[in-house]
Protein backbone atom coordinates (compact mmCIF):
# COMPACT_ATOMS: atom_id res chain seq x y z
CA UNK A 1 0.00 0.00 0.00
CA UNK A 2 2.69 2.44 0.81
CA UNK A 3 4.25 2.14 -2.88
CA UNK A 4 0.61 3.11 -4.32
CA UNK A 5 0.60 6.31 -2.01
CA UNK A 6 4.48 7.18 -3.12
CA UNK A 7 3.24 7.11 -6.58
CA UNK A 8 0.04 9.05 -6.18
CA UNK A 9 2.59 11.88 -4.48
CA UNK A 10 4.53 11.23 -7.42
CA UNK A 11 1.24 11.62 -10.40
CA UNK A 12 0.36 14.72 -8.47
CA UNK A 13 3.60 16.58 -7.71
CA UNK A 14 3.56 16.02 -11.77
CA UNK A 15 0.19 17.46 -12.22
CA UNK A 16 1.53 20.63 -10.24
CA UNK A 17 4.61 20.69 -12.79
CA UNK A 18 2.88 20.77 -15.91
CA UNK A 19 0.49 23.40 -14.28
CA UNK A 20 2.71 25.73 -14.02
CA UNK A 21 4.31 25.39 -17.77
CA UNK A 22 2.16 27.16 -20.90
CA UNK A 23 -0.20 25.37 -22.94
CA UNK A 24 0.73 26.87 -25.95
CA UNK A 25 2.66 24.06 -28.56
CA UNK A 26 1.28 25.64 -31.58
CA UNK A 27 0.99 28.91 -33.43
CA UNK A 28 -2.66 28.41 -34.07
CA UNK A 29 -3.12 28.15 -30.36
CA UNK A 30 -1.35 31.56 -30.16
CA UNK A 31 -3.16 33.34 -32.85
CA UNK A 32 -6.33 31.92 -30.98
CA UNK A 33 -5.47 33.58 -27.45
CA UNK A 34 -4.10 36.81 -29.02
CA UNK A 35 -7.93 37.54 -30.26
CA UNK A 36 -9.44 36.19 -27.63
CA UNK A 37 -6.97 39.29 -25.29
CA UNK A 38 -7.76 41.67 -28.12
CA UNK A 39 -11.29 41.10 -27.79
CA UNK A 40 -11.25 40.82 -23.90
CA UNK A 41 -13.23 37.61 -24.26
CA UNK A 42 -11.29 35.05 -22.62
CA UNK A 43 -14.33 32.60 -22.39
CA UNK A 44 -14.36 31.45 -25.95
CA UNK A 45 -10.73 31.61 -26.62
CA UNK A 46 -11.05 27.75 -27.99
CA UNK A 47 -13.35 28.97 -30.62
CA UNK A 48 -11.12 31.65 -31.34
CA UNK A 49 -8.19 28.94 -31.58
CA UNK A 50 -9.67 26.80 -33.63
CA UNK A 51 -10.63 29.12 -35.86
CA UNK A 52 -7.52 30.07 -35.93
CA UNK A 53 -6.39 26.68 -36.83
CA UNK A 54 -9.22 26.34 -39.95
CA UNK A 55 -8.70 29.97 -41.58
CA UNK A 56 -5.91 32.70 -42.12
CA UNK A 57 -4.44 33.89 -39.05
CA UNK A 58 -3.19 36.84 -40.43
CA UNK A 59 -6.95 38.00 -41.59
CA UNK A 60 -8.15 36.82 -38.44
CA UNK A 61 -6.04 39.33 -36.07
CA UNK A 62 -6.60 41.94 -38.55
CA UNK A 63 -10.45 41.83 -38.17
CA UNK A 64 -9.67 41.42 -33.67
CA UNK A 65 -7.68 44.70 -33.91
CA UNK A 66 -10.00 46.44 -36.13
CA UNK A 67 -12.82 45.39 -34.12
CA UNK A 68 -10.99 46.00 -30.64
CA UNK A 69 -10.15 49.92 -31.74
CA UNK A 70 -14.04 50.58 -32.31
CA UNK A 71 -15.42 52.39 -29.65
CA UNK A 72 -18.78 52.00 -30.88
CA UNK A 73 -18.85 48.21 -30.59
CA UNK A 74 -20.87 47.05 -27.38
CA UNK A 75 -19.99 43.30 -27.88
CA UNK A 76 -16.34 42.88 -29.42
CA UNK A 77 -16.97 38.86 -30.02
CA UNK A 78 -20.10 38.38 -31.38
CA UNK A 79 -19.35 41.52 -34.06
CA UNK A 80 -16.24 39.91 -34.75
CA UNK A 81 -17.86 36.65 -35.35
CA UNK A 82 -20.50 38.33 -37.60
CA UNK A 83 -17.37 39.81 -39.40
CA UNK A 84 -15.90 36.59 -40.09
CA UNK A 85 -18.42 34.61 -41.45
CA UNK A 86 -17.59 35.27 -44.74
CA UNK A 87 -14.20 34.11 -44.37
CA UNK A 88 -12.96 31.22 -46.83
CA UNK A 89 -11.66 28.23 -44.83
CA UNK A 90 -8.18 27.50 -45.62
CA UNK A 91 -7.62 25.02 -48.61
CA UNK A 92 -11.32 25.25 -49.58
CA UNK A 93 -10.97 25.78 -52.75
CA UNK A 94 -9.00 23.03 -53.76
CA UNK A 95 -10.80 19.61 -55.05
CA UNK A 96 -9.06 16.78 -53.41
CA UNK A 97 -9.89 13.67 -55.44
Not at 29 to 45: N, P, V
Amino acid sequence: MRGLFNSKNKYIEELKRRSKGSGVHHNHQFIGLEIATLLKDYKHKSLYIKMAKEYDSSELLAIAKDVAGRADVENPGAYFMSITRTLKKKGSGNNKS
